[in-house]
């Protein structure tokens, strides 16, 4: 069984930075699946920040270009997601996600908070 868990959130001041991580596990094969992160701020729905397939393409959210970058490693099973010139909009719930390419079917994590004071 797939599971994920995210880690690195906490308090920021505006302008600073974050790194989160995600670490997989129960998948035999990483390669096989596009992670990504989504965001869930209070009274919002959640919605896709950035996205990498295993050959390395990412996608990004327009309000995030420029300031996050997604990445993976693939000899860890794991994935990062920089943070930089961070925004009190960025306040949220960080959640990682496991999209089996085959399938389809996607694997949450628990979420990670990310709260940004101005």
């Known amino acids: 069984q797939v599971q994920l868990v995210e880690s690195g959130g906490g308090l920021v001041q505006a302008g600073g930075s974050l790194r989160l991580s995600c670490a997989a596990s129960?998948?035999?094969?990483?390669?096989?699946?596009?992670m990504g992160w989504y965001r869930q701020a209070p009274g919002k729905q959640r919605e896709l920040v950035a996205t990498i397939t295993s050959g390395g393409t990412t996608n990004y959210v327009d309000s995030v270009k420029g300031r996050f970058t997604i990445s993976r490693d693939n000899t860890k099973n794991t994935i990062y997601l920089q943070m930089s010139s961070l925004e009190p909009d960025d306040t949220a719930l960080y959640y990682c996600s496991a999209r089996q390419v085959v399938s389809g079917i996607t694997t949450w994590g628990k979420g990670t908070l990310v709260t940004v004071s101005s």
């Open positions: 129960g998948i035999i094969f990483f390669k096989a699946y596009t």
